[in-house]
C-alpha cells in the first residue's frame, strides 16, 4: 500500500446534493463564486394543478363570463334535506358524520349552493329516509312497490 501524504485527501463515498439543496440560495451563492454555469427558468402556472380544476373554480369562471349556467342543487332539495334532518333531530353536523362528509357540504345542500352529486344524494336520503330526486321528490324512502 501506497503511503498518502498530508495534502492528499481520498473520498471513499461522495454525498449526492439533494434537489432542494441544490437550489438553496446558499448553493447558487457557491457555485456563482467558483464560476460554474448556473441555468434559471421561470415557471408558469407552477404551483397550480390545472389538471383538476374545482367545481368553485368552474363557476367563478360562469359568473364572469356568462356563458355556461351552472347547475345547482333547487332550493326545494335543501328545504326536503332540513326537514328530514330536523325530524330524525340530528344536526347538520351529525348528518355530515353520518355520510362521511364535510359539514359545510350539508350547508351548500341545504342553500342550495352545491353542485348535485347522486352519491351525496343517496346517502343523505338513506339517513334521512325521504326521497330527494325523481317524481317522488318528498315522499317516504321505502321498499319499491310491486307493479302489476
Request: with cysteine; net charge positive.
Amino acid at each position: 500500500m501506497a503511503e498518502v501524504g498530508w495534502d492528499d485527501v481520498t473520498y471513499l463515498r461522495k454525498k449526492t446534493v439533494k434537489a432542494s439543496e441544490a437550489r438553496s440560495s446558499k448553493a447558487i451563492n457557491s457555485a456563482m463564486r467558483s464560476g460554474t454555469e448556473i441555468e434559471t427558468s421561470k415557471k408558469f402556472g407552477g404551483g397550480g394543478n390545472k389538471q383538476h380544476m374545482g367545481s368553485r373554480d368552474t363557476s367563478a369562471v360562469c359568473r364572469d363570463t356568462e356563458e355556461l349556467k351552472v347547475e345547482t342543487v333547487p332550493l326545494e332539495v335543501g328545504k326536503l334535506i332540513q326537514k328530514g334532518r330536523l325530524a330524525k333531530e340530528l344536526t347538520q353536523k351529525d348528518l355530515a358524520t353520518k355520510i362521511n362528509e364535510k359539514p359545510q357540504v350539508i350547508n351548500d345542500y341545504e342553500a342550495g349552493r352545491a353542485i348535485p352529486n347522486n352519491q351525496i344524494l343517496s346517502k343523505i336520503e338513506r339517513v334521512i329516509e325521504i326521497k330527494l330526486r325523481g317524481a317522488e321528490k318528498g315522499q317516504p324512502l321505502g321498499p319499491k312497490k310491486a307493479q302489476k
